[in-house]
């Protein structure tokens, strides 16, 4: 089959409302009459866009992550490449992409090489996030008309791709670098950084360090990995990390994707109770008797402690109500609108909770947290697991101590600088609760040498909630963290690692919950269905994503 211009496309201005896209370029063959300073918000807009959770893959990838649980087909590991988030967002990411290339050449002929610099950095970590998803994908054709103007662009080798992205990423860093004499300049129509070329070339430098930490199963990577922080040009500090601004409601509406189920006629992301069993020190494998300070952060309860719901619920704890990954039982289906337990402020700008049970709406909260690319906490992590593992050199402990304590400033920094709540909001960075909780977290990796990868795994876990992508590629590459798992029986609710909490009086007469998971766990996701239907040189979708692993994976 054949596609004519698929990935050659207009400029995207996005609206997020509803999922909707609006191309504002009448001539589709002529995206040159938009100039560059016009078209880099819309390209990074569209990046996060397509990443997040909600319209993008992010919700596929945060059930896959156990931190979200849904009705539709990500439940039970079921996605396919028909579903919605996975056709839209790899739709999106090639629009995207075509894009930065329109900005790459354009820039390149005007001399405009700062803005060429910053698209090919969006360019390397936007693949590199596409390559650790779904494996092979078109990239040295895909955006490049062949066959007297059919396209149909081969699938290359993430193996072949990833080396070419660690070249852009040094071909962007010395085009950042270049003198800009009296040429454009990026400034406020840089959403990321503000035009703050130093910062740019910082969260390149970063992504490189990713995407080596990735290979580290396959190839020696130390030398490189060591070059890098010895350089010392990494994201280093809470304001230079790589972050997506979405704003509140105003002329248009842009706040982040995942604060829609506020206002959603029908909400659909349920928080995962095995996320939240091991946030509050449910769980018996890792930091039993340990309470996160962060779970009125991430969480909203709709349910005061003494409301009684009109429909059954599957798993209630006091306030949190939420149904179990895999469930057929009976009470799966049943509607919880106004009761389940929702994002809170962090990650979407939704609501902290205080207390108030109170049903949201759009006028909960703003809406306006950012999309976390890559996070000062997530290169602490990295370092983290570098040093574990014996790549570099250091003390684990100290910088997974360093880490902990920069993700709880990463929500303090995310609530008052981007969402801006009217309700008040207290700081967890720095107080008892935190700094008890650091402790113990810190006593227990002292305590169990053979869970420290784990807990360092686990801690990045925790702190990316909302960004899934990574969190999925940590997970493959280190096994961590321990994920519920519904194939083992003691993980099975009511068994040893699942159990409803007990004393819990809404729970008490409930019928058994019945949970079947019986594909394993995917290794990648799905093609979308439209590019294998539409693209004569893609390969046979495939028929079982546990098997199919990326270059990465030994």
Not at 25 to 45: E, H, R
Not at 131 to 147: F, H, Q, R, W
Not at 339 to 362: C, E, L
Not at 426 to 433: E, K
Request: one cysteine or more.
């Amino acid at each position: 089959m054949i596609r004519k211009l698929k990935y050659l496309i207009p400029v995207v201005l996005l609206i997020i409302s509803c999922k909707k896209q609006l191309d504002i370029n009448t001539d589709p063959y002529n995206p040159s009459t938009v100039s560059i300073p016009k078209l880099l918000p819309a390209v990074q807009l569209n990046l996060g866009v397509n990443l997040a959770t909600s319209s993008g893959i992010s919700q596929v990838l945060e059930v896959y992550m156990h931190r979200l649980v849904v009705r539709e087909d990500p439940n039970g590991y079921l996605a396919t490449g028909i579903d919605f988030n996975i056709i839209n967002s790899w739709s999106g990411m090639y629009k995207s992409f075509a894009n930065m290339d329109f900005i790459i050449q354009e820039g390149t002929t005007q001399g405009n090489l700062k803005y060429v610099g910053i698209a090919q950095v969006l360019k390397a970590y936007g693949y590199s996030q596409m390559v650790d998803i779904y494996g092979d994908i078109p990239y040295s054709e895909a955006n490049k008309l062949v066959n007297g103007g059919v396209l149909n662009a081969k699938f290359d080798k993430g193996s072949e791709i990833y080396p070419q992205l660690i070249t852009l990423l040094d071909n962007g860093i010395a085009n950042l670098n270049a003198p800009a004499a009296n040429l454009l300049v990026p400034g406020t129509d840089d959403v990321i950084y503000k035009g703050n070329i130093a910062k740019w070339v910082k969260a390149a430098n970063t992504i490189k360090l990713k995407l080596l930490l990735q290979q580290r199963l396959i190839k020696n990577v130390a030398a490189d990995v060591n070059a890098l922080i010895t350089a010392n040009n990494l994201i280093s500090k809470t304001d230079e990390s790589f972050l997506l601004p979405f704003g509140p409601n105003g002329a248009t509406d842009d706040r982040n994707p995942g604060f829609g189920d506020y206002f959603a006629p029908q909400r659909s992301q349920y928080q995962s109770p095995w996320f939240y069993e091991i946030l509050k020190g449910y769980n018996p494998n890792i930091y039993t008797g340990i309470v996160d300070p962060r779970v009125p952060y991430y969480f909203y309860n709709q349910l005061s402690v003494t409301t009684a719901t009109p429909n059954p619920t599957e798993y209630r704890d006091d306030t949190f109500l939420s149904i179990y990954f895999g469930s057929t039982g009976p009470n799966a289906g049943q509607s919880q609108q106004n009761y389940m337990t929702v994002f809170g402020i962090y990650p979407v700008g939704g609501r902290y909770d205080d207390g108030g049970a109170q049903v949201v709406s759009s006028a909960s909260g703003t809406g306006a947290a950012p999309y976390r690319f890559i996070t000062y906490a997530d290169v602490l992590y990295m370092k983290a697991e570098l040093m574990k593992t014996g790549v570099i050199a250091g003390d684990a402990k100290a910088t997974l101590s360093a880490a902990i304590q920069e993700s709880f400033k990463q929500v303090d920094y995310v609530i008052t600088t981007y969402v801006k709540p009217t309700q008040t909001v207290p700081a967890v960075s720095g107080t008892t609760a935190a700094t008890d909780y650091l402790n113990l977290v810190l006593l227990a990796y002292d305590t169990n040498p053979n869970q420290q990868l784990e807990s360092i795994m686990t801690q990045k876990w925790i702190s990316s909630y909302g960004s899934a992508v990574d969190a999925y590629t940590d997970y493959r590459r280190t096994g961590f963290p321990v994920l519920f798992d519904p194939s083992n029986p003691a993980m099975a609710p009511g068994g040893k690692a699942q159990p409803p909490v007990n004393g819990n009086p809404f729970l008490a007469l409930q019928p058994a919950v019945d949970v079947k998971v019986s594909k394993k766990y995917p290794l990648s996701i799905p093609w979308s269905s439209t590019e294998i239907s539409t693209n004569g040189s893609a390969p046979a979708q495939k028929t079982d994503p546990s098997t199919y692993k990326p270059f990465w994976l030994p």
